[in-house]
């Protein structure tokens, strides 16, 4: 069980290292950001790479693009959010 632990604790090292790759999608940025504009969250001034950056409370949430992948990046509580919004946003039945 010792390696298995080792091994998740470094696969969640290098996921909050480089990110979440490809997650969300270009059409959505735009209406992910108004789902957190809603929620509380305040829009920063996003620069360079930077499609979204929007903050409360401290925390700060950047989506980045990269031009190498071809892909968005965001960090894993970029992730909660962004599945926060394809839940109860995108679908219907709420």
């Known amino acids: 069980m010792k390696t298995n632990a080792r091994k998740q604790k470094l696969l969640d090292a290098e996921h909050e290292r480089i990110g979440w ?46 031009p190498n992948r071809r892909k968005t990046c965001t960090s894993r509580y970029g992730m909660v959010l962004w599945y926060d919004f394809q839940i109860f946003e995108k679908d219907k039945w709420f």
């Open 21 to 66: 790759i490809g997650l969300v999608r270009l059409r959505d940025v735009y209406d992910f950001e108004c789902f957190l504009m809603r929620r509380g969250w305040k829009a920063c001034v996003a620069d360079g790479t930077c499609l979204l950056r929007a903050m409360r409370d401290g925390r700060v949430i950047e989506v980045h693009w990269d």
